[in-house]
């Protein structure tokens, strides 16, 4: 390297600097988690639906202390939600290979939130007659930081897909 004012920068200074550049490379990488890390759903789109209701509901019995009775109610809708989903997912997957998938007008996606938040409102209440007042207020605030979560995904999935 060649400096004007000092003519040349001694082997001290270049080592310095490597070690410096070395470094921040590794902290940069450290930085990243892996994917698995970050809690993706990857590890569970092949497990059946049964498998991810019973996952669910054992998450929930932990977080909320619920009581066998509970579980069962849960484990059942879970289900349903878990089987769902799936159909949802292979409709989605069909359309895509058979390439029909086209971008929904603005009617459908209308029909298509108002179904998903009537879904939400059923499983409201369903959760309210089986949870106790405190099992409800953990599960909302539970349900509230995945929403979060999920909402950060979606956008980052909006950017990906505009390019």
Do not use: F
């Not at 080592?15 to 990857?42: F, H, N, W, Y």
């Not at 498998?51 to 849960?74: F, V």
């Not at 059942?76 to 799936?86: F, G, H, P, T, V």
């Amino acid at each position: 390297m060649y400096c004007p004012k000092y003519k040349t920068v001694n082997n001290k200074q270049m080592k310095k600097l490597i070690v410096l550049v070395v470094l921040m490379a590794g902290i940069t990488t450290m930085a990243q988690k892996p994917e698995r890390e970050r809690g993706s759903r990857g590890d569970m789109k092949d497990m059946t639906p049964e498998q991810i209701a019973t996952l669910q509901t054992k998450r929930m019995t932990l977080a909320l202390d619920l009581t066998d009775a509970q579980q069962k109610q849960i484990q059942s809708i879970n289900l349903d939600n878990a089987k769902n989903r799936a159909e949802k997912m292979q409709e989605m997957k069909a359309k895509r290979e058979s390439g029909e998938a086209k971008k929904l007008t603005s009617e459908e996606r209308y029909a298509m939130k108002t179904a998903m938040l009537d879904r939400q409102i059923a499983q409201k209440e369903k959760m309210k007659k089986i949870l106790n007042n405190e099992q409800y207020e953990k599960w909302e605030k539970m349900k509230g930081e995945g929403h979060r979560r999920g909402k950060g995904m979606q956008r980052h999935k909006e950017r990906t897909d505009d390019k």
